[in-house]
C-alpha cells in the first residue's frame, strides 16, 4: 500500500521557520518524483516545490525561491521541505504528492495545515 505521511506543520509567526516532512512507502522511491502542494483557503492547489529522488534535480514555485529548501533521504524514503522567513500568504493545507515526473501525480498525502500569524 502506498503511503505519503506529511508531518511538522503547525502555527508559526510571520518570518519564523518550519519544516515539513514527507514519509513515502509503498512504491520504489528512488524511481519517484516527490513534491510539495499548497492549498489555501479559497484557492486552487498550486505546486510548491518538487524534487526528483534519482538525480536530486528541484524546481521551486516563484513565490518560495530563497525562502524554501526541498531536500531528500534516500534512506529513509523521506522528502524535507525547509520553510523559512514564513508569510501569511504561505498559510495553506501542504500536501506531499509523488509521481514519475513533478508534472504528473500519482499518489496523494492527507496534507498537513501550516498556519502563518501576522
Known amino acids: 500500500e502506498v503511503q505519503l505521511v506529511e508531518s511538522g506543520g503547525g502555527l508559526v509567526q510571520a518570518g519564523g521557520s518550519l519544516r515539513l516532512s514527507c514519509a513515502a512507502s509503498g512504491f520504489t522511491f528512488d524511481d519517484y518524483a516527490i513534491g510539495w502542494f499548497r492549498q489555501a483557503p479559497g484557492k486552487e492547489r498550486e505546486g510548491v516545490s518538487c524534487?526528483?529522488?534519482?538525480?536530486?534535480?528541484?524546481y521551486y514555485a516563484d513565490s518560495v525561491k530563497g525562502r524554501f529548501t526541498i531536500s531528500s533521504d534516500n534512506a529513509k524514503n523521506t522528502v524535507y521541505l525547509q520553510m523559512n522567513s514564513l508569510k501569511p500568504e504561505d498559510t495553506a493545507v501542504y500536501y506531499c504528492?509523488?509521481?514519475?515526473?513533478?508534472?504528473?501525480?500519482?499518489?496523494w498525502g492527507k496534507g498537513t495545515l501550516v498556519t502563518v500569524s501576522s
Open positions: 524534487i526528483s529522488s534519482s538525480d536530486g534535480s528541484t
Open positions: 504528492a509523488a509521481g514519475r515526473y513533478c508534472t504528473a501525480v500519482d499518489y
